[in-house]
């Protein structure tokens, strides 16, 4: 009878520890579903580890999602050491939380690794939570290189695989190997999948291919509001800015959709690209509406866009009233201001900046370069290898633009020699430096070791060129880049190339080809050329094109100082005394005044100016 009684009490207890454990279970996972971590933490802590409820996999794998819904690493540590101590490590519904927690939150992307590798069972979410964690961290080859691996596993990739995969080859431009992943997302019959076409339509607009995003987007029976802002980003990308506007209302006006944050950034980009302030203006009416004006990727499209316009007081009103600023945001507002000319303004709120970030040092040193200020361009430059080493090729690129404005042209030599790697902004500012310092010959030797190394040089490239050309007199040197530009780059001649030309032809006396030049021009109608043309009459003392180029000016911009400053040049250099003091007086009656000439000079680390 003794021996039953222990039996019975010992069963009582047994059964009483277990409904404890089930209720502190029920306990954790209802703290985890609030957010309390630090309370289901304590409660396990507190709890017998040996019971078998609470060696359940969802106890653990509660705790780290809620680590990291609430971004705490070091507590997902000490989850981390219960899940050993449980003898649960293999489990891998545990395992892919573990490595979701280190993907998300760890600072060392070697320990994920570590993770990863530890992994007793390795499934698709395993991989695929890899994948995208090399993605994360801008490592996109490790990314396809494990996807390989992946598959020599014979792993079945799903969805969110795939549509990893895609957007790391969006990332490199690996367009061929994009396309072959498109077939299998059609072959495996994911091509409905909405997360899926997003990155195919992103993949495309990244890679200029913008035309076959839409057709997918055609293709799609029933488009969300993220392939909407998909295809929208996509024409964007590829510079088609007015497609993108008129999708954005198509979205909105036939089809009900609510745009988000990343939508209104868009197209408040392309209303900045397009100069559409009106637009932008109702874009912002929108965004108040939408109660989106606390998001930074909205508000600091807002300042980009604004300053694009040129409303820079605007832009920096959006700026102040950010209740989070970023890099991006800071950036936009500088960009704003040194698009507007205003190269002061850059480098006093750049001062004023707790930190800024490489792409705001490129923007100083653009200001700097405007100014000429070589003192103040070579403090950022001592900044710029102090914070961040060297090797940026923005950065780099904007330093040789600076020497080489600055009249330090073998300097910005030297920098250009010793970068490793050289994109088309860094030979463009190498042969506007040489021009700029009477170095034509030189200028045209790299633009030629840019054509022989396989880079298309683009419409600033043959600005630079056929300044050289003018400035050296290669009349017919000018001619072929001219006639090379259009023929075999297919690059459109814009104002400042026959501005170059008109120029060229000028300087050699060659007046009636050079107004032939601006006659079939399609810019015909700007006043600058024909400036350009009555300066070189003035030259060539030529009164009779003179009069007739001035008389061309005064039509398009009748208010322009040029064409009576210019004319009387002419008659004063050909002794015709009347016709100058005629001018002068037909310009003090019709109110036009001489735009007073503004110069500089920098001393004691500041600024001064001067009017003439």
Request: aromatic share 8%.
């Amino acid at each position: 009878m003794k021996l039953f009684f222990k039996r019975h009490c010992s069963s009582l207890t047994t059964l009483k520890t277990l409904q404890n454990s089930s209720t502190e279970v029920a306990q954790i996972l209802n703290y985890c579903k609030s957010g309390a971590l630090c309370d289901a933490i304590c409660l396990l802590n507190s709890t017998d580890l040996s019971t078998a409820f609470i060696k359940k996999p969802v106890v653990y794998a509660s705790l780290l999602q809620t680590c990291i819904k609430v971004f705490s690493f070091s507590q997902g540590l000490q989850i981390h050491s219960h899940v050993i101590k449980s003898g649960l490590e293999n489990d891998p519904f545990i395992g892919n939380s573990l490595l979701s927690m280190y993907i998300k939150l760890g600072p060392d992307f070697d320990e994920t690794q570590k993770v990863f590798n530890g992994h007793f069972i390795k499934d698709v979410i395993s991989w695929t939570s890899m994948i995208s964690g090399y993605i994360k961290i801008g490592k996109s080859k490790n990314a396809l290189e494990l996807f390989c691996e992946m598959s020599g596993l014979d792993v079945e990739p799903n969805g969110f695989t795939l549509s990893a995969v895609i957007k790391a080859c969006s990332q490199l431009g690996f367009i061929r190997l994009g396309k072959c992943f498109h077939g299998m997302v059609i072959k495996r019959g994911f091509i409905s999948s909405h997360v899926i076409s997003s990155s195919l339509i992103d993949l495309y607009g990244r890679n200029c291919e913008s035309e076959d995003g839409r057709q997918l987007f055609d293709e799609l029976p029933e488009p969300d509001a993220i392939c909407w802002t998909s295809v929208i980003s996509a024409f964007t990308k590829s510079d088609l800015y007015a497609k993108a506007l008129g999708f954005f209302y198509l979205m909105q006006r036939e089809h009900g959709l609510v745009a988000d944050g990343f939508t209104f950034g868009t197209v408040l980009t392309a209303c900045g690209n397009l100069g559409r302030l009106k637009q932008g203006k109702e874009v912002h009416a929108k965004v108040i509406t939408s109660g989106l004006c606390g998001n930074v990727v909205v508000e600091s499209s807002l300042v980009d866009m604004y300053g694009k316009c040129g409303l820079v007081d605007e832009s920096h009103r959006v700026f102040d009233k950010m209740l989070k600023k970023n890099s991006v945001s800071s950036s936009a507002l500088l960009q704003g201001y040194c698009q507007t000319g205003d190269f002061e303004s850059v480098i006093r709120i750049c001062r004023e900046m707790e930190e800024i970030d490489l792409f705001s040092f490129g923007i100083v040193l653009r200001a700097c370069a405007g100014l000429a200020a070589l003192r103040l361009g070579k403090e950022v430059h001592c900044q710029y290898i102090r914070r961040s080493g060297c090797k940026d090729v923005i950065i780099e690129s904007a330093l040789v633009d600076l020497y080489a404005k600055c009249g330090c042209v073998d300097f910005a030599q030297q920098i250009f020699l010793q970068m490793p790697v050289r994109n088309l902004i860094t030979w463009n500012s190498m042969i506007s430096g040489f021009v700029q310092n009477g170095r034509g010959e030189e200028a045209l030797r790299i633009f030629d070791d840019i054509t022989k190394g396989g880079t298309k040089p683009d419409h600033v490239s043959f600005i630079g060129v056929l300044s050289a050309c003018s400035h050296m007199g290669l009349i017919d040197q000018g001619r072929k880049h001219f006639a090379s530009m259009t023929k075999e780059y297919r690059i459109k001649p814009k104002i400042e190339h026959y501005n170059c030309m008109v120029d060229l032809l000028g300087r050699a006396g060659l007046l009636e080809e050079a107004e032939t030049l601006i006659e079939n021009a399609d810019c015909r109608h700007d006043s600058s050329l024909w400036e350009v043309l009555l300066g070189a009459c003035t030259t060539c003392r030529n009164a009779h094109v003179a009069e007739r180029v001035a008389k061309k000016i005064m039509e398009l911009e009748p208010d322009c100082h040029l064409s009576y400053v210019l004319l009387d040049n002419v008659y004063r250099a050909v002794g015709r005394w009347n016709d100058a003091f005629k001018i002068r007086t037909l310009m003090k009656y019709s109110g036009v005044k001489k735009m007073p000439g503004k110069s500089w000079i920098e001393a004691n680390s500041k600024l001064n100016h001067d009017l003439d």
